[in-house]
């Protein structure tokens, strides 16, 4: 892939653009621009001091990270603006091919309506007013209970039209293209487009199909699906329209390409051209004076159908697409910090790498600057020994300021992936409220579409026949085949007698005692329904699910009283695992429920958290609160684990649990991604601060010893610098037999045979068996000579310190320490707290004769399984 330099980084020339937006890298390439000064400014200084190290390996290796660093963090950026735009695109799509996918289900339904298919449509629209009217109320008592039409039209075996139900379309006028259409349609007929003559800005999308009498088809009935209303009741979903400012746009496109509607007319109008490149999961394009970045996404399709053959997509400025990601929070301040064993399995494996280095490179630096400074006691030049020293520590604080650069970006690219996790878990509870509230609501219209029916009419009159129960039934059992999302349809006489049913077990006779019969017997009209809790019933081979209900009217006049009841058994088990299945396909491993406000369950995809039927998961208050249609996310601690959330209220979708509806469920849908284990925070031993210890030495002009620091068991030690001879990787190393427990083994250094001891093992009694291979490696071995000897040991230890001059007179010499405790000579206190100065001469006497093993304690000195120095040299 191409690349070009982009404010000192080395970045893929597809991404110069977008990276010119990113205030976050901006910041980023300034403080890297800043510290590379600093470095270049230290190596120069370093080369005229003859500090004794070469940093120009070190400022180099920065340097790689740096561009290691500038890419992962242009790409999180991208691909969270791209996991948002393709989410909404997605969403745009799927979320309408659902819904259309009823449409196809009420043609079916519609074209078998016993009064259409009997009268002579078109004699009674030549001669009989009645019959109009009648045909007119026919079709508007369907239309009512389903506001997702605009209107519906009928017309001659010609092709012809002969009403329509708004007055819009001219009588007569020829229809085609829809005609044609549906003779080459097997089942239903969908089609978009400029259809009507005579309205040549007027665009509709149509479900028609064939009025059939007698298996010969007499007319055509078409509906008019109200794509305006619907698009802007999707864009709310999608958008999140009540959040404020919003500066996406999203939309359909057809198979053309062009737009069939967006959420903004003025910045991607209507039948507007959008290239695709299906290998690519985002575009850019010009519109107007802006550049766009895209999205376009194919339908994942809902049951086999993929709808008209269009696309979903998202579309946001570029100007404004990263305006929202902002890296000024202080990773440190997070609430439930993640333990970093856990978070770096959730990171892009290069940004843990990046941190990695950044630690391996200071730890590198920080044992070239001890070498230095141990290469300062012998060196002579003309810039003087305090200067080198002054210089070693300005190189070693600007190793700290690069190494908290990187692990700062690190800990806010983690930020930027929880923000991303919690996005989307968000962005799927939303979705799952919507469509179970879009679903939910088509069961609220079935039922009383199919009350309207007249066969069931005749099935309910008192001593009906066993053929206008037959057709009853063949009725159910059709309209249940168009409909597969329920179990069972029941046709229910006014005490509570099931007259016929659509499901395979006959339940003709069985008598149905459930409080939503009773309620179902008291609606005023037609337009009303009612709903059975969710709860478990015989219906539902005891099983818990909700049941809808619609009364049916006689026909005459003054028939005000209900004489029966269709009852929808909805297949609740299927259908919501589905729609949280389809809701959480960008949030994978999720844990999803949909519960009530008092934590029932009403569908998981899960068992876990789940006790006796309620989640039983701790939910922030503010959770259990919600408003309706509102949704949060957050991290969530639960049994000292962190676990991100995203949680959304159902709300309503156009009439359906509306203020004004006669029905109301109130529930919530949550999606939890587990992160890991809460980190334990331990309070750090922080380095000694030696700064004023140097200035009392200067102050008194006393005499004053050299010391090297580092850390051993999570405490600060010094040994005085003349005993140390360096500092080495650890590496090449052999385990002697019957060693010590303190004992690391034997190693190869500047061609010497080294012991390799931990001391802290040794004087922390800590067994070596505790420490990792990696724990080693992260470490240094410190290279020791006692006084008069030439012989020279190796301490591993964790970190290295600052090497300085203290005061003898700061040095508390009277310790009364024993055992291993002998080895510390005296103590420093320093701000940070207490210093513990060994003697490098004690340790090399306490070896030779022999010191107690750390796994036994009580082990005499000198005993034979304990580790006589002198001996492993001699072996070795």
Aim: proline share 3%; aromatic share 8%; with cysteine.
């Amino acid at each position: 892939m191409n690349q070009r330099k982009y404010r000192g980084l080395e970045i893929p020339a597809n991404q110069v653009e977008l990276a010119r937006n990113l205030t976050c890298l901006e910041d980023l390439t300034d403080e890297l621009r800043e510290l590379q000064s600093t470095w270049n400014n230290l190596s120069l200084l370093g080369e005229l001091a003859e500090i004794g190290t070469d940093i120009s390996d070190t400022r180099q290796q920065f340097q790689t990270l740096a561009n290691d660093l500038g890419r992962c963090m242009i790409e999180q950026c991208i691909q969270r603006v791209q996991d948002e735009l393709g989410s909404k695109a997605q969403n745009s799509i799927d979320i309408l091919v659902r819904n259309l996918f009823e449409r196809t289900a009420d043609i079916g339904f519609l074209c078998t309506d016993h009064t259409l298919s009997t009268m002579n449509v078109k004699n009674a629209l030549d001669s009989a007013p009645k019959e109009i009217d009648l045909l007119r109320a026919r079709l508007k008592a369907y239309v009512d209970k389903y506001s997702v039409y605009e209107n519906v039209v009928l017309l001659d075996k010609q092709g012809q039209i002969l009403m329509d139900l708004q007055g819009k379309y001219p009588r007569g006028l020829q229809l085609s293209k829809l005609t044609q259409k549906i003779n080459n349609s097997t089942a239903y007929c969908e089609i978009y487009g400029k259809l009507v003559p005579h309205l040549e800005d007027h665009e509709a999308l149509f479900y028609a199909w064939k009025l059939d009498q007698q298996a010969v088809s007499v007319a055509y009935i078409a509906l008019v699906f109200n794509l305006q209303e619907e698009s802007n009741a999707l864009f709310r979903r999608v958008l999140n329209q009540a959040s404020g400012e919003n500066w996406y746009v999203c939309g359909v496109l057809d198979e053309n390409q062009q737009v069939v509607f967006s959420s903004d007319s003025n910045s991607v109008p209507k039948g507007f051209h959008i290239p695709t490149d299906s290998d690519k999961p985002w575009n850019t394009l010009h519109i107007g004076p802006h550049i766009y970045l895209f999205s376009i996404r194919n339908t994942s399709g809902y049951q086999g159908y993929a709808g008209p053959g269009w696309k979903g997509f998202a579309a946001i400025p570029l100007g404004k697409a990263f305006e929202q990601l902002t890296f000024d929070q202080d990773p440190s301040s997070q609430d439930l910090p993640l333990a970093w064993e856990d978070a770096q399995r959730l990171l892009d494996p290069r940004i843990v790498e990046v941190k990695k280095m950044a630690e391996r490179i200071q730890h590198q630096l920080n044992r070239s600057i001890w070498n230095g400074s141990i290469h300062q006691r012998d060196a002579s030049h003309m810039m003087g020994k305090s200067f080198g020293k002054t210089l070693l520590n300005e190189i070693r604080r600007a190793g700290e300021q690069t190494k908290t650069l990187f692990s700062t970006a690190v800990s806010r690219l983690m930020h930027t992936f929880i923000e991303r996790k919690k996005d989307s878990l968000c962005s799927s509870a939303c979705l799952a409220m919507d469509l179970m509230d879009r679903n939910l609501y088509e069961r609220a219209n079935d039922c009383r579409w199919w009350a309207l029916t007249g066969a069931y009419l005749d099935a309910l009159k008192p001593n009906a026949d066993a053929d206008a129960i037959a057709k009853a039934r063949a009725s159910l059992v059709h309209t249940n085949g168009l409909y597969s999302v329920y179990t069972d349809i029941l046709l229910i006489n006014k005490d509570g007698e099931i007259i016929s049913n659509s499901g395979e077990v006959d339940r003709s006779g069985q008598t149905v005692d459930a409080l939503w019969v009773s309620h179902a017997m008291n609606l005023s009209d037609s337009s009303e329904y009612c709903v059975s809790e969710f709860e478990t019933s015989a219906l539902y081979a005891e099983r818990n699910t909700y049941i809808y209900c619609a009364a049916l009217f006689g026909t005459g006049r003054g028939a005000t009283e209900p004489v029966g009841v269709i009852a929808l058994v909805f297949d609740s088990e299927p259908q919501f695992e589905a729609i949280l299945s389809d809701a959480g396909g960008h949030a994978e491993q999720s844990l999803a429920y949909i519960i009530d406000r008092q934590k029932r369950v009403i569908s998981s995809n899960t068992d876990k958290f789940i006790q006796d039927g309620l989640l039983a998961f701790g939910l922030p208050s503010t959770c259990e609160n919600l408003d309706r249609e509102v949704s949060q996310s957050m991290l969530v601690e639960h049994q000292n684990q962190i676990y991100a959330m995203g949680v959304c209220a159902s709300g309503s979708y156009r009439e359906y649990k509306s203020k004004q509806d006669c029905y109301q469920n109130d529930l919530m849908c949550v999606y939890i991604s587990p992160l890991g284990a809460q980190e334990v925070l331990l309070a750090p031993h922080a380095a000694p601060d030696l700064s004023i210890l140097r200035s009392n030495k200067q102050a008194l002009k006393q005499e004053c010893l050299e010391i090297a620091t580092f850390t051993s068991g999570g405490q600060w030690f010094a040994i005085p610098s003349d005993s140390i001879s360096g500092a080495v990787d650890l590496k090449n190393l052999c385990r002697v037999p019957r060693q010590a427990n303190y004992m690391l083994g034997i190693s190869m250094v500047e061609g010497e045979t080294v012991c390799l001891l931990d001391l802290e093992a040794l004087l922390i009694d800590k067994p070596i068996a505790n420490h990792s291979p990696d724990a080693y490696l992260q470490g240094s071995v410190v290279l020791l000579r006692s006084s008069g000897s030439s012989t020279r040991i190796g301490l591993w230890i964790k970190e290295l310190g600052e090497i300085s001059d203290v005061a003898l007179s700061q040095i508390n010499q009277e310790t009364t320490l024993t055992g291993q405790g002998s080895l510390i000579s005296g103590i420093i206190d320093t701000t940070q707290g207490m210093l513990s100065l060994l003697s490098v001469d004690k340790l090399f006497d306490m070896l030779k004769q022999g010191a107690p093993d750390a796994k036994n304690p009580s082990a005499k000195e000198g005993a034979s399984l304990t580790y006589d120095y002198q001996q492993t040299i001699n072996v070795a």
